[in-house]
Structure formats: C-alpha cells, structure tokens
C-alpha cells in the first residue's frame, strides 16, 4: 500500500504542472510579474551570461526564444472564454514567423 500513496502523493503534488494549469496561469500573468519575478530573472541572467561566456548562439537563440514565447503567449492567444478567430490568429502567426526567421537566420544564414 505504501507504493500506492506514494503514487498519489507524487500525483497530486504534479497536478499543478498539468498542461491546461499551465498554460492558465501563463494567460493570466502580465509582463511586469514575469519580469519581476526573482527566479525568472536569475536564470535568465545566468543563461545570458553563460551564453556571453562560451559564445554560443544555441544558448542565447534558446533564450531569445523563451522570452519572444511568454511574449508571443501573453499577447497573442485569446482569453480564456473568448473563439479562435482569425483576430487572433493572425498576431500568433505574425510572432511564429518572427521568431522562427531569427532563429533561422542566425543559426543558418549568418555563418
């Protein structure tokens, strides 16, 4: 039986890390508590310094791509409640474009 609380312990405990919590949470937040969260701004300060250090462009285009990705979500993606329309698609679009040509272009083209 302990097998068995331990699983749902380990359940519950991981239950606000399930997909739809997540992305709630990340709908709801604004920039300046993203931004201002001490957490958030040590990792990525370490993962820019880091990336500055070893000069790689793989280390700093992922963490170009985190923060336009908590950009591209706060903005882009509809309220919860509110349709797909194309209002909202075209700006989610826009943004997955944008962030996939610099990534692009800096991986590939840029040599």
Known sequence: MEKQELIDKTAEALRPFETQNLMTTIQHLTLHQIFTNWAFLLITCGLIFFGIYKRSK???LTVFFLLALIVMVRFAL???G???GLKTVLPFVGFGLGIGAVIVYFSFIKE
């Open 58 to 60: 793989t280390v700093l």
């Open 78 to 80: 509809p309220a919860p």
């Open 82 to 84: 509110e349709e797909l």
